[in-house]
């Protein structure tokens, strides 16, 4: 089965950095886009970052919010997402979520084909910044 796996949040002082990755393993055909999406406390579940897929580029799009101070970005090889975050304000503390329009595999005899899109999540990693 797909599955996506965050890590790297933590606690960390207001202007400081934190890098978050998303692995994503399992019997994949394509990935159309991935993107990172946060929950702050009480509050309901907000896009951060998103990066298309196409070829060997990707385009990227962010919040208003978070322009400037993060970067999205993926290692293909790896199989890996990236969420870089600096000057982190204590207004981004929230649960961060990966997130991954995938194409899963499918097969048909002996033939692996594309099966039908779906959107995928991960389990969430807690960013805390403190004042």
């Known amino acids: 089965q797909v599955q996506l796996v965050e890590s790297g949040g933590g606690l960390v002082q207001a202007g400081g950095s934190l890098r978050l990755s998303c692995v994503v393993s399992?019997?994949?055909?394509?990935?159309?886009?991935m993107a990172w999406y946060r929950q702050p406390p009480g509050k309901q579940r907000e896009l951060v970052a998103e990066?298309?897929?196409?070829?060997?580029?990707?385009?990227?799009n962010y919040a208003d919010s978070v322009k400037g101070r993060f970067t999205i970005s993926r290692d293909s090889a790896k199989s890996t997402m990236y969420l870089q975050m600096s000057s982190l304000k204590p207004e981004d503390t929230a649960v961060y979520y990966c997130?991954?329009?995938?194409?899963?595999?499918?097969?048909?005899?002996?033939?692996?084909?594309?099966?039908?899109?779906?959107?995928?999540w991960g389990q969430g990693t807690q960013v805390t910044v403190s004042s």
């Open positions: 990066i298309t897929i196409g070829g060997n580029i990707g385009n990227t």
């Open positions: 399992g019997n994949i055909f394509k990935i159309n886009s």
């Open positions: 997130n991954a329009e995938i194409h899963p595999a499918q097969t048909m005899g002996t033939i692996r084909v594309r099966g039908p899109p779906n959107a995928y």
